[in-house]
């Protein structure tokens, strides 16, 4: 109010004749006084560090303990598996009576407390007891270079630290013991061994723990290298002509496992330099890949029933009507896809309740470790890992950072960069 009348809105100030220092009087009601808030802002960094992990979400770094990153990041890769963080954590300390030696035995007890340590620690853990157990069971990874330790090839530490779980882990509720980690990696292969020349035809099984892409000018995706890993040729005695001939060997898939392992063969020797030279060439892989193709008859029977209600399910998420009865002869559909969206509905992706769960033959990519550089044994490795959350962290040494996922199809090759030598795929299951 002013001059006891009531300023409106529309009132033309110049007509008041407001004086420099007078008084008006507003009129209304006030609003409730702001409250402090009872609790103050809390930071992340004040937080307990097991609540700061859980506020992180990813595990933590590992620190470079000099030209370790090949090993870094296959630990990182590997710590992507509950599964396997479950049946390590099952581990004794003590030496079990199956035959296992004492190296081998020091290294699942250190593998099972450095993923502990990432899952426990906001900060960056140093894997020295790891590394010494590693150097203690496999030698090579100890060799120096004019007093410094060299630089390893990643896959072989991924190949050897897999193949002493499979060894050292024994589920003991299964008669006789089975291996935990054989379930979660082994590939069962059955192979056509056939000779052109004397007619010899022979059926061979063996078990791997990784599939191997092989690159040559004509492959551009992981389904053609995939294709032609499967494919040799090899000169062994023939009973028949009574000297060395010529063999085929086609190889089919004839169970999968719940994780599948995918290498890319980047590095062969190059005598003129004498050293593993690298393939640059770029080899495109999905976020989904499906391996129906690649497996034999019997599998492929056994894979029709639950693609089926893979792909019902699939249908009914988008209100689509059920197809029916799988049919067979439908099966032959593209072995891979980069789209990469999984179906939540009835679809579980291969957690620690599905060993009932029946696999499909279609797995997404959960991990990724690279390369970058020019030979096995230099350059720099580096894990790209896909959270819970669908997220994927950069696990660089000590510093894990976020990247989206548009990025991680961007690692396969043609060029100095950073590109995808092993592929970590994760089974879906129904």
Request: overall charge negative; glycine content about 6%.
């Amino acid at each position: 109010m002013v001059k006891g009348g009531i300023l409106k809105d529309d009132a033309d100030w110049f007509t008041l004749g407001v004086k420099d220092g007078q008084k008006l009087m507003m009129i209304g009601t006030a609003d409730e006084i702001v409250k402090a808030p009872e609790k103050g802002p809390v930071f992340v960094e004040d937080l307990p560090e097991e609540e700061q992990v859980v506020a992180l979400g990813h595990s933590a770094g590992l620190y470079n303990l000099g030209n370790t990153c090949y090993m870094n990041s296959t630990l990182q890769c590997l710590h992507s598996v509950p599964e396997l963080k479950s049946a390590l954590l099952s581990y004794s300390d003590n030496v079990r009576g199956n035959g296992v030696d004492q190296a081998s035995h020091n290294l699942t007890v250190a593998t099972r407390n450095t993923f502990g340590e990432l899952d426990q620690s906001v900060r960056p853990v140093a894997p020295l007891l790891f590394l010494q157990t590693l150097r203690k069971k496999y030698p090579q990874f100890a060799q120096q270079q004019n007093n410094v330790y060299m630089q390893q090839d990643a896959e072989e530490c991924w190949a050897q630290l897999v193949y002493t779980l499979s060894q050292t882990i024994m589920s003991e509720t299964s008669e006789p013991p089975a291996g935990p980690v054989k379930e979660l990696f082994g590939i069962d292969l059955v192979s056509r061994v056939h000779c052109a020349e004397s007619g010899e035809e022979s059926l061979e099984r063996e078990s791997i723990y990784s599939l191997k892409c092989h690159i040559s000018h004509d492959v551009n995706h992981l389904h053609e290298g995939l294709k032609h890993g499967l494919k040799s040729e090899l000169e062994k005695a023939s009973p028949s002509l009574g000297r060395t001939a010529l063999y085929t060997r086609e190889s089919r898939i004839n169970e999968l496992p719940r994780y599948l392992t995918v290498q890319f063969v980047r590095f062969f020797w190059k005598r003129e330099s004498n050293q593993k030279a690298k393939i640059l060439r770029k080899v495109d892989y999905p976020l989904e890949l499906d391996v129906y193709d690649f497996c034999s008859d019997e599998l492929k029977q056994k894979l029709q029933a639950p693609r089926q209600l893979l792909r019902d399910a699939e249908n009914a998420k988008f209100g689509l009507k059920a197809q029916g009865k799988a049919n067979s002869s439908k099966e032959n559909e593209g072995s891979s896809s980069s789209a990469g969206e999984s179906s939540n509905m009835d679809i579980d992706k291969a957690d620690s309740s599905a060993r009932n769960k029946q696999l499909t033959g279609i797995y997404d990519l959960i991990a990724v470790l690279t390369h970058k550089g020019r030979s096995a044994d230099s350059g720099h490795y580096v894990g790209w890992v896909k959270q819970d959350d669908g997220k994927w962290i950069e696990f660089d040494d000590d510093n894990p950072s976020i990247r989206k996922e548009e990025e991680i199809l961007k690692l396969s090759g043609g060029g100095d960069w950073h590109m995808a030598y092993i592929c970590l795929y994760k089974a879906r299951v129904i």
